[in-house]
């Protein structure tokens, strides 16, 4: 079974930084891409950063673009998301997501497992 567990978020003020973990478990991790994604309050859930298994390949959305950076250490099973320069808008419940197949993408209809979520505020 698997199993997706976010850590990371909190309370911070605009223009600082946040990092993101996501730990998983019952899964050959190297095999299967993963992304990020975030929901706002009455808001969506929206795509925000995709990895590939071997982390050599990336997709952001243009809202994150230059601000913040995914990556993955396949030794510890974890995805990772950097967050720099952090808005106001960025101000969500962040969730990581299994691939559920191949394709890195922004649809969340391409990912089948995904994690509680963990909280991010970020204030003005």
């Known amino acids: 079974q698997v199993q997706l567990v976010e850590s990371g978020g909190g309370l911070v003020q605009a223009g600082n930084s946040l990092r993101l973990s996501c730990a998983a478990t019952?899964?050959?991790?190297?095999?299967?891409?993963m992304g990020w994604f975030r929901q706002a309050p009455g808001k969506g859930r929206e795509f925000v950063a995709a990895?590939?298994?071997?982390?050599?390949?990336?997709n952001y959305a243009d809202s994150v673009k230059g601000r913040f950076t995914i990556s993955r250490d396949n030794a510890k099973n974890t995805v990772y998301l950097q967050m720099n320069s952090l808005k106001p808008e960025d101000t969500a419940v962040y969730y990581c997501?299994?691939?559920?197949?191949?394709?890195?993408?922004?649809?969340?209809?391409?990912?089948?497992?995904w994690g509680q979520g963990t909280q991010v505020t970020v204030s003005s």
């Open positions: 019952g899964l050959t991790f190297s095999w299967y891409g």
């Open positions: 997501a299994k691939v559920a197949r191949y394709d890195i993408g922004s649809s969340e209809t391409q990912y089948d497992t």
């Open positions: 990895i590939s298994g071997s982390g050599g390949l990336t």
